[in-house]
């Protein structure tokens, strides 16, 4: 595996990360402000529903990562 192959899998591997810790964040903050403000449930689902988009975001991109180093190493 080249070194810059492994960089670019490498920086697509941080993004995931960022991804999955930014959701998470979001996801605990908006539902902390929300039941503070008194949102309905239905608001709160909305949130839970954008931070699951998030999660499989984040599962298909380390996914692609393990395909593109799956297909680099034979």
Do not use: H, P, Y
């Not at 239905?42 to 499989?56: E, Q, S």
Request: some cysteine.
């Amino acid at each position: 595996m080249s070194e810059q192959s492994q960089a670019a899998l490498a920086r697509k591997g941080r993004v995931a990360a960022l991804v999955i810790a930014c959701t998470a964040a979001l996801w605990v903050l908006a539902v902390f402000i929300g039941g503070k403000i008194g949102l309905s449930q239905r608001w709160l689902v909305l949130i839970d529903l954008f931070a699951l988009v998030g999660f499989v975001l984040a599962i298909v991109m380390i996914w692609q990562i393990w395909r593109a180093r799956r297909n680099i190493e034979g």
